[in-house]
């Protein structure tokens, strides 16, 4: 359960008004694609496949994760859906067995991210999983305790923020053509 007045309990409310993302793990990124274009006119999404986590660590030792996301932008939150193709120990597999979907975490974009995952671990949150993608550092923060739901801190740079800004722009005024689309159509 969905449960933000629990962080901002634990001390993190400031946290809370900085979410851009809701993020789902599912087991059929294309299925899922279909059912929330079909279902809340949620599109276009991009698609990442078999995206390079470089670096990652999960809870605390070398891990690897063969995974895909799609993403698109539905009123001010973008939609994050997320399938793990590997049975691989991750901050997903935490949360959902293979073949189990459902929700999984809030995202922040900061452009000070020891900052903002010191917020969190200052407070006693473990860090479920930290990497990068290219230049971008990631972190999730693992608040299923309180909210019910990990936290992803994302590092905000130029190349992933014009990239969140094109996702968003394809949003608007979208007819329903193409639901899914190539990261390529991002620049990447």
């Not at 917020?119 to 006693?124: A, E, I, L, Q, S």
């Amino acid at each position: 359960m969905l449960n933000v007045g629990a962080l901002k309990a634990a001390g993190l409310g400031e946290r809370a008004n900085g979410f851009f993302q809701a993020a789902w793990i599912v087991t059929d990124l294309n299925a899922a694609i279909d059912r929330w274009s079909k279902t809340f006119g949620v599109g276009p999404f991009f698609v990442f496949d078999h995206i390079q986590l470089d670096g990652l660590l999960h809870r605390g030792s070398a891990a690897q994760c063969d995974m895909s996301a799609a993403l698109a932008q539905a009123g001010d939150f973008q939609i994050e859906l997320i399938c793990q193709h590997c049975n691989r120990p991750s901050p997903y597999r935490d949360v959902f067995a293979a073949g189990q979907e459902g929700f999984h975490h809030l995202g922040v974009f900061t452009p000070d991210y020891d900052r903002e995952l010191a917020v969190y671990t200052d407070r006693g949150f473990a860090v479920a999983a930290q990497g990068a993608v290219g230049p971008m550092r990631f972190a999730y923060v693992d608040t299923m305790q309180v909210a019910g739901f990990m936290v992803e801190v994302m590092e905000e740079n130029e190349a992933f923020r014009g990239a969140f800004h094109l996702v968003a722009q394809a949003a608007q005024g979208w007819n329903g053509e193409r639901p899914i689309r190539g990261a390529a159509d991002l620049g990447f």
